[in-house]
């Protein structure tokens, strides 16, 4: 994976859906009392760990991500906000047993629940690693942004996304889980589920445009070999245009999952 690429792709999301991503933290705020330390569970760019220690001033963040390049962004972003004395990084294996975070009052996975080799295992090391009392709180895509709807280009978009689908399934990514009854099953009470539907109609910030680029773009370079060569070209067009369109809207779902040791 090109870790640049994915890097920007996620801060691009933090800023763009920026409204969902503070509905989000708002969460978090209302139900961690005043000094929490959270734990940020494949944290990757930091979008989450960075928007909690902003908005919620009294709380410390443990960053947790496979990746060092991931982590490294997120310190030199730390560093540059001066957040960098409330959010440490731990560069750890999810997939393997956790290190030691100390007592955790809230534990966080957006986006990163569904790349564990064994839900239920890391939901199981969740409950473990959270005080009694203590929340978790899940973010998961129901699907990946749509920029073109109700353009020429939809059908060609639709496509990607099927075969991204394809190869999501393939990799064994745990994509569509029904999250309420793994957290309920790993002993979680009071489990709830908050879907969110986005829509961002045109025109949109600059950065919604280099996001479509970002995103179709990673997407078209995995496709390669995937699709008939004729569709590639079509892609490579549509994501050379996107830049400097001014039809492009924003779709996305997503469903945030809350339970308490
Ligand atoms: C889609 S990104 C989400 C990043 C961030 N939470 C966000 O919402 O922007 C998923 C992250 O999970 C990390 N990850 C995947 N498998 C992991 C594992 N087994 N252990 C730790 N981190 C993992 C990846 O390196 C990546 O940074």
Redo the contacts with the bound molecule.
Sequence with gaps: MAHDH?IEM?DL??EVLSDYHRNLIAVVGAEAGDHPHIV?????????SLALARELPGARVTA????PE?LAHLRGRALEEGLDDRIRTVE?????PWPDFGPVDVIW????MH???DPARALTAAREALRPGGLLVI?ELDSFPRFLTGTPDEPLEALVHTEADRMRHEAGLHMHENWFDRITEAGFSGVSEKHFEIELPGPLPRAAARYAEVSLGRMRHRLEGRVADAQLAELDKLVTGLGTRDDLTIRTERTVWQGRR
């Design positions: 994915m996620l999301d933090a940020d569970l494949g944290a990757g760019s930091g979008t989450g947790v991500d496979v990746s991931m750890a294996d999810l997939d393997q996975a957006a986006s990163s790349h564990m080799a973010a």
